[in-house]
């Protein structure tokens, strides 16, 4: 898979995508990320990016010739599947679109800022609005990090349990289950004694009663 991301502080981005999973995955060659500085596009000597909005109000916004410049720039060099925008009004990212997300070769992830973009880079070269949660960031930088890593980790050869991503929460629209590891007793608190019988049949139906009961006193939306 291949992502490109377009941002006007791409800086922002560097560090995430060099370490821990998705180090992995562009060592392995399953996975390749390109950052493009939108203001290598801006008109002008000053390489400008954004103008006032028509009709006034405060804020911002990021001007469609430089967005074109740059979206054309990597359309003539390959084909993808998505161009996506990052912005508080999309579509709220969850794990079915992460999956679906996944399975695709090429996107392309413009990062919003200021206050946004020229609705006409919405209207004629997005083909995906995402938002990952009903809050405003500075910018579309670090949910661009978040949105990546949620589809890169899904990609088979990523990580080292392959299984892992599958049983996490609301890949069944349910919540995961409680979680323990060792010792088995720390200050007087145990761990449930099912997990300790080696009996994996009791073991998954536990797990898949935890499950719906944590869904149920946290997500009830979910078992809708």
């Known amino acids: 898979m291949r992502i490109d991301i377009i941002a006007v502080v791409p800086e922002l981005l ?5 370490h821990s999973i998705f180090k992995r995955a562009v060592e392995k060659g399953l996975a390749a990320v390109h950052f493009h500085d939108l203001r290598q596009y801006g008109l002008g000597n000053y390489k400008q990016i954004d103008d006032y909005s028509f009709g ?10 430089p ?3 740059c979206i054309s720039a990597l359309k003539a060099e390959r084909t993808y599947d998505e161009v996506i925008y990052l912005t508080p009004d999309g579509e709220t990212l969850s794990q079915p679109m992460a999956n679906a ?3 695709k070769e090429n996107i392309i992830i413009l990062c919003g800022h ?6 006409r880079v919405r209207d004629h070269f997005v083909t995906k609005e995402i938002s990952i949660g009903d809050y405003v ?4 930088e670090l949910a661009a990090a978040v949105l990546s890593d949620a589809i890169v980790r899904l990609i088979p050869g990523v990580l080292s349990d392959e299984t892992s991503a599958l049983t996490d929460s609301f890949q069944d629209n349910l919540l995961a289950p ?5 010792p088995a007793e720390y200050k007087g608190w145990k761990v449930p004694d099912i997990l300790l019988s080696g009996n994996t049949p009791l073991i998954e139906n536990w797990r898949e009663e935890q499950a719906y009961k944590r869904t149920e006193e946290r997500r009830p939306d979910l078992l809708q």
């Open 178 to 182: 409680p979680i323990y590891t060792r």
């Open 101 to 103: 997300l996944s399975l």
């Open 67 to 69: 967005i074109d410049a």
């Open 14 to 18: 560097q560090s995430p995508f060099e």
């Open 114 to 119: 200021y206050k946004g973009v020229d609705q």
């Open 137 to 140: 960031l500075s910018g579309g």
């Open 56 to 65: 006034g109000g405060a804020g911002m916004v990021l001007m469609i010739e």
